[in-house]
């Protein structure tokens, strides 16, 4: 019982901060998550003409209190998906995002087989090989005589 | 020679995956590489005397009243101009494009607006008088398919709907425009 009380206030103390931003967002915030169409880079670090009437645009929306992904939305529907910081995650967007996910989970298992195929190979062979009594035979001679 | 060991299957799925995956990223490498290049090699062709076809657009008008497709305007000489509300240069050209738009009838200036608000778009349309026909380019996708690096820019597009004359980068001027309008046959 204290356990799921536990994970319940973690869940609380990681969504509580999220939800806030969300719901009242900071121009800061929305700088951090969007990207100025001309140079290409973060909001935050543009001081291009267009980047200056995005600021205007994003703190007019926020006044009017807005949602974070409702200002979002409306600065796709001017600029595009390309405006995002982060592609969404649909179509063949969620290729950005699996891809890593797949390529180390992959490159986990591949490891690990890798790691497992090469212990066996140092311990050698696992099951003891049935000889006729011939070649036993022959062994034991060939043996002795490297003993003498 | 010893006989080679069977190879595990697991090996080899692992190598087919990693060769795919690695002919994969440079496939979309070269798509990059070439759909970034064609603006400037457009541009390259033009200047060496060529004529290459202008990238074909469907985009929204301006003012809402449906759409502009490009090959509609086929028969017919067109200027296409690239601007944003918040370009300088751009509101010193605009009623330069009108005055052509107005003195060469059978001249098409056709606007792209892009990288811009709708809105911003519509009130410097208002501003400056222009009634010749404006686009949005929402996602830029004409943009760079023209190869355009900045604003303004201007292009000419003979009847048979490909680039003439010469790619103008920044402001135009009345001298340039009657030049564009005559290499299009506009008197």
């Not at chain 1, 409702?70 to 649909?90: C, M, N, T, W, Y």
């Not at chain 2, 086929?74 to 918040?86: D, E, H, I, T, Y």
């Not at chain 2, 778009?121 to 943009?143: E, I, P």
Request: include cysteine.
């Amino acid at each position: 019982m204290r356990r799921l009380l536990l994970i319940i206030v973690a869940a609380l103390v990681v969504a509580a901060p999220a939800a806030a931003s969300e719901q009242r967002p900071t121009l800061g915030e929305l700088e951090a998550e969007v990207m100025c169409p001309t140079c290409k880079t973060l909001l935050e670090v543009s001081d291009a003409p267009v980047a200056e009437r995005m600021r205007v645009f994003i703190r007019s929306r926020i006044a009017a209190g807005d949602t974070k992904s409702g200002i979002k939305d409306k600065l796709v529907r001017q600029f595009g998906e390309a405006v995002l910081a982060s592609p969404p995650k649909h179509g063949l967007n969620l290729m950005v995002w699996l891809a890593p996910m797949a390529t180390l989970v992959g490159g986990c298992v591949l490891l690990a087989w890798l790691g497992q195929r090469a212990s066996r190979r140092r311990a050698g062979p696992e099951e003891a090989v049935d000889l006729d009594a011939d070649t036993e035979a022959a062994i034991a001679l060939a043996l002795a005589d490297a003993d003498r | 020679m010893a006989p080679r060991p069977p190879r595990n299957p697991l090996t080899t799925a692992a190598s087919i995956v990693a060769v795919t995956l690695v002919a994969g990223l440079f496939g979309l490498l070269a798509w990059r590489v070439a759909t970034t290049a064609r603006g400037s090699s457009l541009a390259a062709a033009l200047a060496e005397g060529d004529r290459p076809a202008a990238p074909g657009f469907e985009l929204p008008l301006l003012d809402g009243r449906g759409t502009l497709d490009l090959a509609d305007l086929k028969g017919r000489p067109v200027v296409l101009n690239f601007w944003a509300s918040w370009c300088e240069p751009c509101k010193a050209e605009a009623p330069r494009l009108q005055a052509a738009a107005e003195r060469y009838p059978d001249l098409v200036v056709v606007g792209v607006n892009s990288q811009d608000f709708e809105g911003d778009a519509r009130k410097f349309v208002s501003r400056y008088g222009v009634t010749y026909r404006n686009v949005h380019d929402r996602s830029g996708a004409v943009l760079k398919k023209f190869g355009a690096t900045g604003f303004p820019e201007t292009w000419f597009v003979d009847r048979d709907g490909r680039l003439a004359f010469r790619r103008i980068e920044g402001e135009v001027t009345e001298a340039t425009l009657a030049q564009g309008a005559a290499a299009l046959g506009v008197r």
